[in-house]
């Protein structure tokens, strides 16, 4: 009885170890359909969100239809993700890949920057995604350096992937990790 607890704890352990510095069990020359259990769902509680609320529940709809192996619900006694407005600019606090703070700063959007865009790209960092700066409006994570006369609230094909792969099953994303703090 002891020994095979023992086995099992073990098991789990390396199980638990491989996925943590993402050494995968298997091997597929394809991506698989993401099975329903696969997907994690992560809570963002948007009561201190103030005028942005709408916004933020429009950003997770952007995201939801983007990735499956990530969604983003509304709940606030779950709260992976606290969304905040204030009057600085807008940035996002990871503290491990999934969980962290957004400010909905209102700096920017004072200056004619999309507040869609400004929460997508901000919910962008808590899924694991890096500033890409400068770049194109047609890449999310390039942000502010876009102008404000970008509108696009998309993740492109790169955005999408990385998140995904973010998000696969025992998957660890580095640049998430603790602390981290990327501005729009």
Not at 18 to 37: H, K, N, Q
Not at 58 to 71: D, F, G, L, T
Not at 89 to 117: C, E, F, I, K
Request: charged fraction near 20%; hydrophobic fraction near 40%; proline fraction near 4%.
């Amino acid at each position: 009885m002891f020994l095979r607890r023992t086995t099992r704890a073990l098991v789990a352990l390396l199980v638990l170890t491989l996925g943590l510095v993402g050494v995968g069990l298997g091997t597929a020359s394809a991506a698989p359909e993401v099975d329903a259990s696969a997907v994690r769902t992560l809570y963002y509680d948007s009561s201190r969100a103030g005028e942005f609320k709408e916004v933020i529940d429009e950003a997770a709809v952007v995201w939801n239809n983007h990735v499956k192996n990530v969604k983003l619900q509304k709940g606030s006694s779950r709260a992976n993700i606290v969304v905040i407005a204030d009057n600085g600019w807008p940035r996002a606090q990871t503290t491990s890949l999934g969980n962290g703070r957004v400010y909905m700063g209102r700096q920017a959007v004072q200056q004619g920057y999309d507040t869609l865009r400004i929460a997508t790209h901000e919910l962008g960092h808590i899924l694991g995604l890096p500033d890409r700066k400068p770049g194109p409006c047609s890449s999310l994570m390039s942000g502010s350096s876009a102008g404000t006369e970008c509108r696009n609230p998309n993740p492109n094909a790169r955005e999408i992937s990385e998140v995904e792969r973010n998000f696969r099953r025992g998957a660890v994303v580095a640049e998430a990790l603790p602390e981290a703090v990327r501005v729009f």
